[in-house]
T-cell receptor, first 113, second 114 residues
Framework: KQEVTQIPAALSVPEGENLVLNCSFT??????LQWFRQDPGKGLTSLLL?????REQTSGRLNASLDKSSGRSTLYIAASQPGDSATYLC????????????FGTGTRLQVTL | DVKVTQSSRYLVKRTGEKVFLECVQD?????MFWYRQDPGLGLRLIYF???????EKGDIPEGYSVSREKKERFSLILESASTNQTSMYLC?????????????FGDGTRLSIL
């Protein structure tokens, strides 16, 4: 059974710092990996999706990498801002279907002034 | 723009009641999903559907059922609500099964069972 782990569970950084969030998964037979953002009391917003054949994806100040063989992904946030404060979740889908996701429990990020 | 709408943001029901949670998407997506989210446990898949009138069990289907009579609407039903079903419920949709397209989520329904 696939298990997804995110460490740390919480992180606080001063504004302007670059930071890395980590995600690991136990079964490397994945179709894709997705990073989401969740604001308090809200649903999830998709940030980046990395297909199993890709190594990384970029969107603005965000860069996500994937090392499928080692079961790891990182989300890099450059020049962090207070508006980046949220919970970040990663999720993987198994080979054979792009639809069924297994989620990690998330990293709660606070960016302070 | 993509839109997934859940009918209620907050809902309070009593033990034993039959509860309906509704979700509508306007993107003509084939796939729809129901998750529940609990502190420390993350998001867990309850049921999903790849097509109209089609449903498949997720990881925690016990005590729930679903209905998909139209492509845009996916309903989650708590047959006889219990206090351990107090949770945040999230609906999502995505494009067809083989597509590398992200899931789009609604804002969630916070359900309390008293």
């Amino acid at each position: 059974k696939q298990e997804v782990t995110q460490i740390p569970a919480a992180l606080s950084v001063p504004e302007g710092e670059n930071l890395v969030l980590n995600c690991s998964f136990t079964d490397s037979a994945i179709y894709n990996l997705q990073w989401f953002r969740q604001d308090p009391g809200k649903g999830l917003t998709s940030l980046l999706l990395i297909q199993s054949s890709q190594r990384e994806q970029t969107s603005g100040r965000l860069n996500a990498s994937l090392d499928k063989s080692s079961g790891r992904s990182t989300l890099y946030i450059a020049a962090s801002q207070p508006g980046d404060s949220a919970t970040y979740l990663c999720a993987v889908s198994p080979t054979g279907t792009a639809s069924k996701l297994t989620f990690g429990t998330g990293t709660r990020l606070q960016v302070t002034l | 723009d993509v839109k997934v709408t859940q009918s209620s943001r907050y809902l309070v029901k009593r033990t034993g009641e039959k509860v309906f949670l509704e979700c509508v998407q306007d993107m003509d997506h084939e796939n729809m999903f129901w998750y529940r989210q609990d502190p420390g446990l993350g998001l867990r898949l309850i049921y999903f559907s790849y097509d109209v009138k089609m449903k498949e069990k997720g990881d925690i289907p016990e005590g729930y059922s679903v209905s998909r009579e139209k492509k845009e609407r996916f309903s989650l039903i708590l047959e006889s609500a219990s206090t351990n079903q107090t949770s945040m419920y999230l609906c999502a949709s995505s494009n067809y099964r083989g597509s590398n397209q992200p899931q789009h989520f609604g804002d969630g329904t916070r359900l309390s069972i008293l």
